[in-house]
Nanobody
Framework: QVQLVESGGGLVQAGGSLRLSCTAS????????MAWYRQVSGKQRELVAA???????NYADSVKGRFTISRDNANNIVYLQMNSLKVEDTAVYYC???????????????WGQGTQVTVSS
């Protein structure tokens, strides 16, 4: 299984920057995708950005040009650099990993506990 621990959330003024980190630990055959999602209370969780094992990335339209996802494969860390933050970026941000299990080679997904990002006007 993969355990994910996020850090880096907090309070920032609009226009500011934050960097989120997510460290994976445990045991796996491979991690195919690492991603960041966010959720506002009462709304569905939405994909913010994803990075695939080959290095390609995918972003929500609302964050393109402002957020950058990157992956440190050697240390099993995924980052989300968030620049030009807006009030509407306020949410709980969750890290997720799609991975292949060692013994069975079954696919599974793990989630972090979430970190609050609050952007003030």
């Amino acid at each position: 299984q993969v355990q994910l621990v996020e850090s880096g959330g907090g309070l920032v003024q609009a226009g500011g920057s934050l960097r989120l980190s997510c460290t994976a630990s445990g045991s796996w055959f491979s991690i195919n995708v690492m991603a960041w999602y966010r959720q506002v209370s009462g709304k569905q969780r939405e994909l913010v950005a994803a990075v695939f094992s080959g290095g390609s990335t995918n972003y929500a339209d609302s964050v393109k040009g402002r957020f950058t996802i990157s992956r440190d494969n050697a240390n099993n860390i995924v980052y989300l650099q968030m620049n030009s933050l807006k009030v509407e970026d306020t949410a709980v941000y969750y890290c997720a990993a799609d991975f292949v299990m060692h013994a069975t080679h079954a696919l599974s997904t793990s989630w972090g506990q979430g970190t609050q990002v609050t952007v003030s006007s």
